[in-house]
């Protein structure tokens, strides 16, 4: 499913982003992705979605070799990997349901499959019933799930979560940990970046630790260690 073999991204001869990082994450896999500020997680997201180009290496997602992806088709690329961010980037001037439909309708979705499509969604990320809400009448919990709605409303393969729980109450920040476990058992395969120490040690999946560009860990079920506060 996501496959970087040996990336390094560099943007000038004094910042060297990623150092020769390889990775692979299996279909259906719930990764969590761990580092400190600079570290390298932003530029790898990026480099996931296409918003940035390695500088050597590998990197292929779903089949698709970066190498030979033309950019023409980064917006077909884009389909298959949703983001959800800290800051939710709703539209303000949009109600729930008007949200999570553009989503849809700037790839061309028609009025019968959207109607259809967004409902369904809604539901799934516990909306049902708040379609004409508009975001400032929401909860900082409930506006991160209608982000989360808008991110997997085209079926994408990969939903990537940047920091999702950074703005939110513990409270509220299970709840999302939740729906994207319910969102990996459905066949989606998430990556998750967090510096929450509670969700980690919950969670016991596959945590990967980013140091300075370089991955230091891979391990399986793995918590942090309160005594020295590394994986």
């Given at each position: 499913?996501?496959l970087?073999?040996?990336?390094?991204?560099?943007?000038n001869?004094?910042?060297?982003a990623l150092?020769r990082?390889s990775?692979?994450?299996?279909?259906k896999?719930?990764?969590?992705?761990?580092?400190?500020?600079?570290a390298?997680?932003?530029t790898?997201l990026?480099?996931?979605?296409?918003?940035?180009?390695q500088t050597?290496?590998k990197?292929?997602?779903?089949?698709i070799?970066?190498?030979?992806?033309?950019?023409?088709?980064?917006?077909?690329?884009?389909?298959?990997i949703?983001?959800?961010?800290?800051?939710?980037?709703?539209?303000p001037?949009?109600?729930?349901y008007?949200n999570?439909a553009f989503?849809l309708?700037?790839?061309?979705?028609?009025?019968n499959?959207?109607?259809h499509?967004?409902?369904r969604?809604l539901?799934i990320?516990?909306?049902?019933?708040k379609?004409k809400?508009?975001?400032?009448?929401?909860?900082?919990?409930?506006?991160?799930?209608?982000?989360i709605a808008r991110?997997i409303?085209?079926?994408p393969?990969i939903?990537?979560?940047d920091e999702?729980?950074?703005?939110l109450?513990?409270?509220y920040?299970w709840?999302?940990?939740?729906?994207?476990?319910?969102i990996n058992?459905?066949?989606?395969?998430?990556l998750?970046?967090t510096?929450n120490?509670?969700?980690?040690?919950k969670?016991?999946?596959?945590v990967?630790?980013i140091?300075?560009?370089r991955?230091v860990?891979?391990r399986?079920n793995?918590e942090?260690?309160?005594g020295?506060?590394?994986?």
């Open positions: 499913m996501i970087l073999d040996r990336v390094t991204k560099v943007y001869r004094n910042s060297t150092d990082i990775l692979h994450v299996e279909p896999e719930f990764v969590i992705i761990i580092g400190a500020s600079g390298g997680k932003s790898l990026k480099l996931l979605t296409r918003e940035e180009r050597s290496g990197i292929v997602i779903g089949g070799d970066y190498d030979k992806l033309k950019d023409k088709n980064i917006p077909i690329l884009r389909r298959k949703g983001v959800v961010f800290q800051d939710f980037k709703l539209l001037n949009k109600n729930v008007e999570v989503a309708e700037i790839v061309g979705y028609g009025n499959e959207i109607k499509t967004v409902p969604v539901d990320v516990g909306l049902k019933g379609e809400r508009m975001p400032m009448e929401l909860s900082g919990g409930e506006r991160q799930r209608v982000a991110a409303v085209r079926q393969k939903l990537i979560a999702p729980t950074g703005n109450d513990p409270k920040a709840d999302i940990i939740k729906i994207l476990e319910k058992r459905y066949g989606t395969t998430v998750l970046t510096h120490q509670d969700i980690v040690n969670l016991k999946r596959r990967i630790t140091k300075d560009g991955i860990s891979d399986a793995a942090y260690n309160p020295t506060s590394k994986i």
